[in-house]
């Protein structure tokens, strides 16, 4: 597997405006990538609801909020995360601190947005959050490349 990746970092101002701008961007570098409609569409709400929960929850109505979201496109996943203190982040740092959503967490133990993070798990492949500097959600989609790449040269036989 190839470790090198495309990053692209992004920060908006925490308001409900501007979620659709980062769905319009991270939809760009997921059909770039090959991703099928269908899954693009999946990427779009998940990315869409960590944003909106940022929005939301984090700064309580705050005019001066930023939200940091960075894309690493790898060849074979992308990874999303949504960052919303609005700092610039470590990215090796960040995957070391996240952690897996504890499904065995009730609802009401999860904090606020909580089940925006269950419908964020059953779209992506995998979720991490931490919580210690603010809230980091890092998602990450799955590319299946070689199953499309397979039937490209395929030719129907003609009847």
């Known amino acids: 597997m190839n470790n090198a990746c495309d990053y692209i970092e992004m920060k908006i101002p925490a308001?409900?405006?501007?979620?659709g701008v980062v769905r319009l961007t991270v939809s760009g570098i997921a059909n770039r990538m090959g991703y099928s409609y269908d899954e693009i569409?999946?990427?779009?709400?998940?990315?869409?609801?960590?944003?909106t929960n940022a929005v939301?929850?984090?700064?309580?109505?705050?005019?001066?909020?930023?939200?940091t979201i960075g894309c690493r496109a790898y060849e074979?996943?992308?990874?999303?995360?949504?960052?919303?203190?609005?700092k610039s982040f470590n990215l090796e740092q960040v995957s070391e601190q996240v952690g897996p959503v504890d499904k065995s967490?009730?609802?009401e133990q999860l904090s606020e947005g909580g089940l925006g993070l269950f419908l964020i798990e059953s779209l992506m492949d995998e979720v991490k959050i931490s919580s210690d500097a603010g809230v980091v959600v890092v998602m990450t989609k799955l590319l299946h490349k070689?199953?499309?790449?397979?039937n490209v040269d395929r030719v129907s036989p003609s009847t």
């Open 15 to 19: 308001q409900p405006e501007y979620v």
């Open 41 to 51: 569409e999946d990427i779009k709400i998940a990315v869409s609801e960590a944003c």
């Open 56 to 67: 939301t929850h984090a700064y309580k109505g705050k005019e001066n909020g930023q939200i």
């Open 76 to 86: 074979d996943r992308l990874e999303v995360m949504v960052l919303d203190n609005g």
């Open 105 to 107: 967490t009730s609802v």
């Open 146 to 150: 070689d199953e499309v790449e397979q």
